[in-house]
């Protein structure tokens, strides 16, 4: 992939990230809160999240939005049966958009990848876990090169059916 920065976004980044969500979503993304996007841009350390853009000289090709879930009722570990003391260790990737231009080209694995390997605290998280539409095969299809594996299927967000997905970071890729 050329002409692309993978960084850490900032919380001034938050109208290019909206901005690029407004323009690119499409139906099959559950789009992100004004407030919750500024808990995550606020970084790792403020302990909600972090926000990984894929900037090109002038915009925002591509974000990953990453929520450290805490002990929220919505854990999507709640729904894979992690004890209460695990939900700590769990992420969600809550939303993943990459600009129609730079479709078709591996983003969705790189993002992960380089959140995985340059943002996220290692030592914080064990649990991967994110929610797609079933028919939203590019995503299956991203989630899956990236070790994650399906375990559950139900309504979430708004009442559309989504695959669960899972990766434990302690269990071989798949696992
Ligand atoms: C979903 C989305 C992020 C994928 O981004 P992308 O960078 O184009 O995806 P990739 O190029 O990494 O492709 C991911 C996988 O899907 C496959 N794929 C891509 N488009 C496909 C299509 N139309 N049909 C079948 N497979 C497809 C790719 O071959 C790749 O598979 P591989 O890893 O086995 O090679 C992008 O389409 C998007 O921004 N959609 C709108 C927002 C959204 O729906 N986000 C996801 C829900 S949170």
């Known amino acids: 992939m050329t002409g692309l920065r993978f960084a850490l976004l900032a919380p001034d980044a938050l109208d290019a990230v909206l901005e690029l969500q407004r323009e690119a979503c499409g139906p099959l993304m559950h789009p992100l809160g004004k407030a ?12 909600h999240g ?44 809550t939303g993943i958009l990459v600009h129609p231009d730079r479709r078709g080209q591996g983003l969705h694995r790189r993002l992960i990848e380089t ?27 991203g989630m899956l090169s990236v070790g994650m594996r399906v375990f559950a299927r139900k309504p979430k ?8 997905f899972v990766r434990d970071l302690s269990a071989p890729a798949g696992g």
């Open 36 to 47: 919750e996007l500024s808990e995550m841009l606020a970084g790792p350390q403020r302990g």
């Open 50 to 93: 972090a926000v990984l853009g894929a900037l090109t000289d002038r915009a925002l090709a591509a974000f990953l939005a990453v929520q450290f879930p805490g002990r929220a009722a919505h854990n999507l570990g709640r729904d894979y049966g992690l004890p209460e003391g695990d939900l700590d260790r769990a992420l969600h990737f």
């Open 115 to 141: 959140a995985a390997q340059e943002v996220l605290p290692p030592e914080r998280h064990r649990y991967w876990f994110a929610t797609v539409r079933p028919e939203n095969t590019a995503s299956v299809c």
């Open 157 to 164: 967000h708004d009442g559309h059916d989504r695959l669960l």
